[in-house]
């Protein structure tokens, strides 16, 4: 139950509530931010105008070589990403397979300038969720749950934080410690996000998850969506193909 949202009927994101919640402090392990895929930059530009005719507060805008991002929070705190992709032929592989990101200075005056005059409808068909940024309380660790359990390859590095995806993506799943390092279980009244779905595009991939979570006594549980489990950090996700 909660408060559904999406685009296109199609759900990204459900928020809920309870009683007995508690805010969940800023070192957490749990969400760093949600980042939501729009189709391309004139949707982008569409939102950063809908977002300055509102008063929106940003805090910050990056150029990630692969992407173009925008960031703000919402009233608990929780992180927003509102971004959008260069064309994978524009991304830079090293030999090791990896993906040259980096953190350079967004031109929002110029990005802000490109948008077309219609008025703003909502996001645009197509936005979806393109990936999750995690806080995690210790690298190694969620280098060892993310890609040797799950099976994701690690795309990039940051220092204090990893890059995971499958096929060729920048990432579908980062985890950092900027804010979180040494950060323990969470606890379940915290604010933040409760739990997310991996969706695996084929059911060889899905296998080797589970026979891996198997290997390593991770407990699973089946459920109607998939199978439920928590990350060494409690965060709850669902494997499904």
Not at 24 to 36: C, E, I, S, V, Y
Not at 105 to 117: C, M
């Amino acid at each position: 139950s909660g408060e559904v949202l999406g685009v296109a009927g199609v759900p990204l994101l459900t928020l809920t509530t309870g009683g007995n919640v508690a805010r969940a402090p800023r070192n957490a392990a749990g969400l760093f931010h949600t980042a939501f895929l729009v189709p391309g930059r004139l949707e982008l530009a569409q939102w950063l105008a809908h977002a300055a005719h509102n008063n929106i507060q940003l805090e910050g805008a990056s150029d990630h070589l692969v992407s173009e991002a925008l960031y703000l929070s919402d009233p608990e705190g929780n992180g927003i990403e509102i971004y959008r992709d260069r064309t994978p032929t524009e991304w830079t592989y090293h030999q090791d397979g990896t993906v040259a990101m980096a953190t350079d200075r967004l031109n929002l005056q110029e990005l802000y300038n490109s948008a077309p005059q219609a008025a703003f409808a909502g996001m645009a068909e197509g936005t979806a969720l393109g990936h999750i940024h995690l806080q995690v309380g210790d690298i190694p660790q969620a280098d060892a749950f993310y890609r040797d359990v799950l099976g994701l390859k690690i795309m990039a590095r940051y220092p204090g934080a990893s890059f995971f995806a499958t096929g060729d993506y920048h990432h579908h799943i980062a985890a950092n410690v900027w804010n979180s390092r040494g950060a323990t279980t969470r606890l379940g009244n915290m604010t933040g996000l409760s739990d997310y779905t991996v969706k695996f595009n084929d059911q060889s991939a899905l296998a080797n998850a589970l026979s891996a979570l198997e290997k390593h006594e991770i407990a699973t549980t089946k459920t109607a969506e998939g199978w439920a489990l928590r990350d060494p950090w409690g965060i709850g996700l669902t494997l499904a193909a």
